[in-house]
């Protein structure tokens, strides 16, 4: 009997919604090979589309696929993604060539390093925790009550945290962070408690007082290396001229002799067409026309 090979995983296709954002949008249905990486793919969906492949002077006009939120890399493939049927993409073409848009830097801060780097920090940092759980074995030779527990231990996980960060140099999105405060924060909450045992409570009134403590305590940990996770970077601030200067550069192909129109000369159909012409090419082109409507896009209004 002859064995039964199952076709490869690349050889399966998904089937996408694609839209097209360009002058001339267009909404389409298309099955894909799932295993292409992005680069070749985009080409392929400009061929089957009848997208423009080749600007006039003969060099290629790259597209892009945008997929889940964001930019998909040239070599990223659809699986890679896990895109299923019926998920939306969306095909982005290279603008045209000298049609004033082009993309701004973002205007980030300048990086001046960590602020909080140094032997003399990391110190610091260990003796607020030496001196939190001095005050804490203190408060539990006194009161072994929930809130005793609970609120020194939340502070004790923050100061573990803000101590491992300073540690690994500021890195605060790093998962050693949270791993480093929390091998901090268990012998630390271990002698707060040697003193309330020793002193005033037995082994069950203290379990009560610091199981809780341990709970808090990781929840602690884990707010804390969110907090130290970095803040999101501000949008640069851009003023109205900033504004009204990029709009002024854009420029559009003229539907008439295939110039550059500029925002000055600027003439939009008056039937919405959505094409833009030279003022003075629309207005020649209309005149020329010897009925009534748009001599250019062919709208003719109802008699």
């Known amino acids: 009997m002859m064995p039964m090979h199952r076709a490869p995983q690349d050889a399966e296709t998904v089937t996408v919604h694609l839209q097209v954002v360009d002058i001339d949008p267009k909404q389409l249905t ?26 006039p002077d003969k060099s290629r006009r790259i597209y892009y696929l945008r997929a889940r939120g964001r930019l998909m890399q040239p070599t990223e493939r659809l699986k890679d993604l896990g895109i299923v049927n019926g998920e939306l993409l969306h095909v982005l073409p290279e603008p045209p060539k000298d049609s004033g848009i082009v993309e701004r830097p973002p205007e980030y801060p300048p990086n001046k390093g960590y602020a909080g780097a140094g032997n003399a920090n990391m110190a610091f940092a260990l003796f607020l925790i030496l001196l939190w759980t001095g005050a804490w074995s203190m408060a539990l030779t006194v009161d072994q009550g929930p809130l005793t527990g609970i609120l020194p231990g939340v502070g004790l996980s923050l100061l573990a ?37 020793v002193v005033a409570a037995g082994w069950k009134t203290l379990a009560i007082t610091m199981g809780p403590a341990v709970i808090a305590g990781v929840i602690g940990i884990l707010f804390g290396w ?45 039937f919405g067409c959505g094409r833009v012409f030279h003022r003075g090419c629309y207005e020649a082109k209309q005149a020329l026309g010897q009925v009534q409507g748009c001599a250019v896009c062919g709208y003719r209004p109802a008699a």
Request: glycine share 8%; proline share 7%; charged share 15%.
């Open 161 to 197: 945290t803000n101590f491992a960060r300073h540690l690994w140099g500021g890195q605060g999105s790093h998962i050693r962070v949270p791993l480093t405060g929390m091998f901090v924060f268990l012998p630390f909450l271990g002698m707060a408690a040697v003193p309330a045992l």
């Open 30 to 55: 298309l099955t894909l090979p799932a295993y292409l990486p992005a680069a070749d793919l985009s080409q392929r969906i400009a061929r089957d589309a009848e997208l423009e492949a080749f600007w």
């Open 226 to 270: 969110l907090a130290w996770f970095g803040a999101v970077e501000p949008l640069p601030k851009v003023s109205r001229r900033e504004v009204e200067t990029q709009v002024a550069n854009v420029t559009f192909p003229c539907g008439i002799c295939g110039g550059q129109v500029t925002q000055d000369v600027k003439a939009d159909c008056v």
